[in-house]
């Protein structure tokens, strides 16, 4: 019987993380290569990639970059090909690439609300479907993480935000993850979603400097945000042998906002 530290082991693994040069995706990758994971980061930006994987490796954890723009056709099936010739296979994908777009329900852009739909499930839905027949069915095993958010489990208060593509998208990535690992786990792969709360980040700058850091943090029973340590147990649970009995499931990170 192996110990807990050894169950939390991810020696020889590999993992893929889409959205991975800052943010919460870096953070999730800087969980795993830490853990002995070797890591293939996607980003659109070259120079943030190149950024990311200097910050990786001041850390001793060896990280490689492959710049995508998973909003693009095509782009999920291309990525997935060059991160399995990089890696040699994916045992863990961390589908953390995203973007929001903040407008009135009545005034939201059509072409707005697509593109949202288009990065936040489409592209999950596409490299799921690239890695899981190209690497994770093939050896009957793999672990897939979709970063969701709480936006996914309920509506925006009154005068808060105006984020109908972005929650609608989430709430779809939720009930993704639920399908996938109900079809997935016949082959050994667990399926399962982090839903954040707030975090400080490029995305959420908006709603920070809008509402205001502290009066944010009043709202959660922890009465705080997350911080640059807050996903990295979770994900490495999910992504290791310490949850291999775990799928379908959606973990919020929230300080538990979403429980009140």
């Not at 870096?26 to 890591?39: D, F, H, P």
């Not at 908006?206 to 029973?221: I, T």
């Not at 490495?236 to 979403?258: E, N, P, R, W, Y």
């Amino acid at each position: 019987m192996r110990s807990v530290k050894e169950l939390f082991d991810l020696s020889g693994r590999t993992a893929l993380v889409t959205g991975g040069s800052r943010g919460l995706g870096l953070q999730i990758a800087e969980a795993l290569g830490e853990q002995g994971a070797r890591v293939v980061l996607s980003a659109r930006k070259q120079h943030e990639l190149d950024e990311a994987v200097a910050h990786l490796a001041a850390r001793g954890i060896a990280a490689e970059a492959i710049a995508a723009d998973l909003g693009q056709d095509g782009a999920a099936a291309a990525l997935a090909q060059a991160a399995i010739a990089r890696l040699g296979h994916v045992d863990i994908l961390v589908n953390n690439a995203g973007a929001t777009w903040g407008a009135p329900a009545e005034d939201h852009p059509a072409e707005a609300w697509d593109k949202v739909m288009n990065l936040n499930i489409r592209s999950v839905f596409l490299l799921c479907q690239a890695v899981g027949r190209q690497s994770m069915i093939p050896r009957r095993r793999g672990r897939i993480i979709n970063i969701a958010s709480i936006a996914g489990l309920a509506g925006n208060p009154p005068g808060s935000m105006a984020t109908i593509a972005y929650n609608t998208s989430k709430g779809a990535l939720v009930n993704f993850t639920r399908t996938l690992a109900g079809e997935w786990g016949v082959h050994g792969i667990t399926v399962n979603a982090l839903a954040p709360g707030f975090f400080p980040s490029k995305m959420t700058k908006g709603v920070l400097d809008k509402l205001g850091a502290d009066q944010l943090a009043r709202h959660a029973p922890l009465q705080r945000l997350g911080d640059d340590e807050d996903l990295k147990g979770a994900a490495v649970l999910f992504a290791s042998d310490a949850g291999k009995h775990i799928t379908g499931q959606i973990l919020a990170v929230d300080g538990g906002v979403s429980a009140v």
